[in-house]
């Protein structure tokens, strides 16, 4: 997506893009990022992120596939609330991260403060939320909010792709399911829901390849069924 402010315009082609996503089996790894310096700097003027529905946080957050984000530079607001919807976060050297609406007297209106509490804790959500303060690459990365920060000019990202690209689609897309569900969960029925996709995995064609290849000492070949 492009750098700087976020437009309605990009905000909705985002959510749009989701959409499309959801219907092609296809696509197996998504990768959000922007072609500018800074990730987003904030909302642009006159944008009412209540406009859009859904919006692109909630709409990222509905894709079944793993979602893989790149930041650079400054990433603030919705932009923020856009990769706390993703599920692996790479940050590169210079990215710094902050939510300031409470400064301005709103609210974050995409998740926020929902989704940041459960990425970094309650206490350090606190923190950003009603101080404004921004973090660098390095706490991030401390606090857990960022996985990993990219050094060698996109080779983090790649292999992070590629060991994705490598595991079998559906596997993945359960995996998933059960760390997003389950976490809203007790204990038991988290259990009880990974049970579930167990026995839903295991009578695929991907699980039998994956147990093939395995026992023939080779890659597995998957087909998403």
């Given amino acids: 997506m492009p750098g700087g402010t976020l437009e309605a315009r990009v905000a909705t082609e985002i ?11 296809e696509i197996r790894v998504v990768v959000l990022t922007s072609v500018d310096q800074d990730f987003c700097t904030g909302l642009a003027e006159g944008f009412d992120p209540q406009s859009i529905s859904p919006d692109p946080a909630t709409a990222l ?9 790149l930041v650079s530079g ?7 609330e856009m990769i706390l919807a993703c599920d692996i976060r790479i940050g590169t050297p210079d990215s710094c991260f902050s939510l300031t609406e409470p400064l301005n007297g709103s609210l974050p ?8 509490p459960r ?18 690459a390095t706490t991030a990365h401390l606090w857990g909010l ?5 050094e060698d000019h996109g080779a983090e990202l790649q292999t992070t792709v590629d060991s994705l690209l490598a595991c079998g689609p559906l596997a993945l897309e359960m995996a998933k399911e059960a760390v997003h569900r389950g976490s809203e969960l007790p204990l038991r029925d988290g259990l009880r829901l990974e049970g579930d996709l167990n026995h839903q995995l295991a009578a695929t064609e991907d699980r039998a390849e994956g147990l093939a290849a395995f026992f ?3 890659p597995p070949d998957f087909s998403g069924r």
């Fill in 146 to 150: 960022l996985h990993s920060i990219e």
């Fill in 15 to 25: 959510s749009t893009a989701c959409e499309q996503i959801q219907e092609d089996r």
């Fill in 216 to 218: 023939a000492k080779r």
């Fill in 61 to 69: 957050s509905r894709l079944k596939v793993p979602i893989v984000s």
């Fill in 119 to 136: 990425a970094i804790s309650h206490g350090r959500a606190a923190s950003m939320l009603f101080l404004g303060t921004e973090i660098n």
């Fill in 74 to 80: 400054v990433c603030s607001s919705g932009g923020l």
């Fill in 109 to 116: 209106m995409w998740g926020g403060t929902q989704r940041l």
